[in-house]
């Protein structure tokens, strides 16, 4: 699964790897967690990107209650067609969620060692995302954008640490996936398994304040030293 990852790119690399156009400041965040507003690229109708911020955790439009976003922050790319919560915006509500990392725990001993793992030489990813509009039925004030991150099996890279890892995009799938007229099952199933290539990932181990959601800061993807 992926549970925590850190973006803190500046906006020249929103644009240069992204394409969005003028992005707004996206404050850095080194800790992003689960429930919290995260900054994600969708398409427009006129297919030009755009950022929002989005929650996450997916809540389908037909959820009763706003909490079952707080257990759907991954979707197996393997299931996505067989799901009733993520059929949909598979087809039509994709987007691309920006990292310069994510962490993984490995049990070592009597405690979680905690990994960041990222591309060479610090340049931001996309991580396949879906997304979904909700409303309480109730309240029609009270109306949410979440989405959900799309996870695979690991490469030679990430596997010892862990056995699930996001789907990484290649740079040349971007336009395909954020497509809001590709409903192409097949052609966005193989974007989903052609993934970066394994060398090109780095990973080491950090400080175990990641465990901790209130931390948030350049610290947390430092190499730990006294490991």
């Not at 490469?155 to 290649?170: G, K, W, Y």
Request: aromatic share 10%; proline share 8%; charged share 25%.
């Amino acid at each position: 699964m992926c549970g925590r990852f850190a973006f803190y790119s500046p906006a020249e690399a929103v644009t240069r790897i992204f394409g969005v156009e003028n992005p707004p400041d996206i404050e850095p965040r080194f800790n992003i967690a689960p429930t919290q507003f995260v900054a994600v690229v969708r398409a427009d109708e006129h297919g030009e990107r755009t950022i929002s911020m989005l929650r996450w955790g997916l809540v389908p439009f037909w959820a009763k209650d706003k909490s079952i976003g707080n257990r759907m922050i991954n979707a197996r790319a393997e299931t996505l067609t067989e799901k009733p919560a993520y059929k949909d915006p598979f087809r039509k509500r994709r987007c691309i969620v920006p990292a310069n990392g994510f962490y993984e725990w490995k049990k070592q001993g009597s405690v979680k060692q905690p990994y960041f793992i990222g591309l060479g030489g610090d340049e931001p990813f996309g991580m396949a995302g879906l997304w979904a509009r909700w409303r309480d039925k109730e309240n029609d004030d009270e109306r949410l954008e979440t989405f959900t991150i799309v996870t695979t099996t690991p490469n030679e890279t990430v596997a010892p640490i862990h056995n699930r890892m996001p789907v990484v995009l290649s740079p040349e799938h971007f336009d395909k996936w954020l497509a809001p007229d590709n409903d192409d099952i097949n052609s966005l199933q193989q974007i989903l398994v052609s993934s970066v290539a394994t060398d090109r990932f780095t990973i080491w181990p950090v400080s175990r304040k990641v465990n901790n959601t209130r931390n948030d800061d350049p610290g947390l993807v430092v190499a730990d030293s006294l490991i």
